[in-house]
C-alpha cells in the first residue's frame, strides 16, 4: 500500500469515500465543488446529477437506505446545502448513513461578503451526527473517513462536511484511509434475558419490527426470535416484509385487535413515536428493543429496553430457552382477525366505483408488482392507502419518507433505487399535491436513462390536510390542486411518458404499459376526492 496518497482535495475526498464503499455520486453543479467531480470523473465514479439539492440528498438517502451502507451527496456552498437540508433531517430522522460534502466560501477572504458564503455547520448540526468544516487539504482523507465512520456506527445517520474553496482546490499528500469497521454495541445480558422472558411468559404477546431490523442485518435473526418464542409479527418501514406474507407469524391487517388486547409489545428497531401511539398499548408491558442506548424513548415507561446490536439481541432471543405460555390461541385469533381484514380488503381492492377508489390502484398494482420491486410512496392519504394494500414480500424494499413525513422525496428516492437495482420494477407512489415537490426531476431521470414507474393519485386535493381541516373548521383553504391535471404530460414535455387513467378498468392495461415502457411512465389516476383515508387524527 502506497506510504502516501496525492492530490488535489477532490482526490484527496474520494480516495476516502471509496475505502468505505461509497460508489456513485448525487448533485447539482456548482463550482465550490468541481475538484470532487474532476476526482470522480477521472476514476469513473457515475455522477447523478439532479435539478433541485433536495432530490440529491434523497437519492443518497435512499442508496443507504437499500444498500445499507453509506449513500453520498455533493452540494454546492450556500443555497446548495440549504436546499439540501429537508433530505439531510429526514436522513437523521430515519437513521440512514448519508453523507452531505459542501462546497464553501474561501476562507481566506470569511466575512468579506464571497458570493454564496454562509456558514452551514450551525445549521446542519442538530441534523446530523457530525458537522465539520475541513481546515487543510492534507487533512480530507481523515475528516472525511470521520465523518462516514459517524454515519454508519449506531445509531446510524448523516454527517455533514463542507470544504472551503482554497480547501478543496489545493495539492497536498496524506496518509491513505482506512475504514474503520464500528464495533456492534453488546447489549447488557440481562436486558435481554428479562425481555425474551416477558415475551415467553405472555399470553398475548406482539413484536413490531422496524426499519432497523432491516439496516441492522438482523432480518433473519428476527424471524428466529419469532419462531422460537411464538409471536406475531407486524413491521413497519423497511422492516416490512421481514417475515413473507403467508409466514405463519406474519399479520398486518390484524394490528388494532392484536395491540388492544396484548399484555407484552416488543417494539424492535423503531421509536416509539406517533406512528405506535406513542408507546402506549392499553395495559400492555412494553419491551423497547433499540440499536444504541440513546434511542431509548424517554416519554414513556418501559418494562426493559435492551440495547445494542440488533442481531445479538434478537439471537439471543432465539435461543434464551426455558418455558413458554402457549400461544397457538392467541395466534389463532389474530389469523381470524388478519382473514377477516384481508377479505374486507380484497373487496376495496376489487372495487369498482366512479370516480376510482385509491383501494382499487393498490388493487391493480399488487397483481403485477414483482416480489423483489421497490415501492415509494410520496403524498398524504394516497400513501396511507399503500401502506394498508401493498404488502412488501421482502424486506428493504419499502421506502416511505419516514417519521419526519416529508414530502418530496418522490424522484430522489427512485433515482437512488433504480441506481441500486438496475433490473428491478421501481414504482413511486405520489399524491398530486406532493408531485410538484419533485416532479420536474424527471428530467434528471431521463435525460440519465433511469426509467421508473410513477403512479399519481389525482385527487386535486392535498388530501390529508382537506379533509381534516374541513372536519375541524367546517370549511377549508389552500388545499385545493387542480382537478384532472395532466400530470403525464409533464412527465411526457419532459422526455418520458404517460397516460391519464379515469375508469378503473382502464387501470391494469396502463400499468402494463408503464413497466413495459423503459422510460420514466407517469400513471396519472384520477382518484374520488370525496374518499378520506380513516383516521382519529393527522396531527396526534
Ligand atoms: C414538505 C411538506 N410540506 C407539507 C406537508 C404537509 N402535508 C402532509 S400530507 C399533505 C397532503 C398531501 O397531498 P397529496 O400528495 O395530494 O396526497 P393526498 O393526501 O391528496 O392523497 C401535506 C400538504 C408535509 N408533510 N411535508
Ligand atoms: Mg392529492
Known sequence: MAQTIEGHGGELALAALRAYGVTEMFTLSGAHVFPLYDAAHKAGMPIYDVRH??????????????????????????????NGISGLTSAYFNGSPVLVLGGRAPAFRWGAGSLQEIDHVPLVAPVTKYAATVADT????????????????????????????????????????TAADPA???????????????????????????????????????????????????????????????????????????????????????????????????????????????????????????????????????????????????????????????????EAMAADTDPIKPARVYGELRKILADDAVTIGDGGDFVSYAGRYLEPARPGTWLDPGPYGCLGTGMGYA??????????QVCVLMGDGAAGFSLLDVEALVRQRLPVVIVVGNNGIWGLEKHPMRAMYGYDVAADLQPGLRYDDVVTALGGAGETVATSADLGPALERAFGSGVPYLVNVLTDPADAYPRSSSLA
Request: aromatic residues 4%.
Open 53 to 82: 439539492e433536495q432530490s440529491a440528498v434523497f437519492a443518497a438517502e435512499a442508496v443507504a437506505k437499500l444498500q445499507r451502507r453509506p449513500g453520498l451527496a455533493v452540494l454546492t456552498a450556500g443555497p446548495g446545502v440549504t
Open 138 to 177: 492534507a487533512s480530507i482523507p481523515t475528516a472525511v473517513a470521520r465523518a462516514l465512520a459517524a454515519t454508519i456506527s449506531s445509531h446510524r445517520g448523516p454527517a455533514f462536511l463542507d470544504l472551503p474553496l482554497e480547501v478543496l482546490f489545493s495539492s497536498d499528500d496524506a496518509a491513505p484511509p
Open 184 to 346: 456492534p454495541i453488546e447489549p447488557d445480558p440481562d436486558d435481554v434475558r428479562v425481555a425474551a422472558a416477558l415475551l415467553a411468559a405472555a399470553e398475548r404477546p406482539v413484536i413490531i419490527a422496524g426499519s432497523d431490523v432491516w439496516a441492522g442485518d438482523a432480518v433473519a435473526a428476527l424471524r428466529a426470535a419469532a419462531e422460537a418464542l411464538q409471536v406475531p409479527v407486524f413491521a413497519n418501514g423497511m422492516g416490512r416484509g421481514a417475515l413473507p406474507p403467508g409466514h405463519p407469524l406474519a399479520f398486518a391487517k390484524a394490528r388494532r385487535p392484536a395491540l388492544n388486547e396484548a399484555d407484552v409489545v416488543a417494539v424492535i428497531g423503531t421509536p416509539l413515536d406517533f406512528r405506535l401511539g406513542f408507546g402506549e398499548f392499553g395495559a400492555a408491558r412494553v419491551i423497547h428493543v433499540v440499536d444504541a442506548p440513546d434511542q431509548r424513548a424517554g416519554h414513556v415507561g418501559t418494562a426493559v429496553s435492551p440495547a445494542g446490536d440488533l442481531h445479538r439481541i434478537l439471537s439471543g432471543f432465539a435461543g434464551s430457552g426455558g418455558d413458554r405460555a402457549d400461544h397457538a390461541e392467541w395466534i389463532a385469533g389474530l389469523r381470524a382477525a388478519e382473514h377477516a381484514g384481508a377479505v374486507r380488503d380484497a
Open 415 to 424: 433515482m437512488g433505487a433504480r441506481v441500486t437495482y438496475p433490473d428491478r
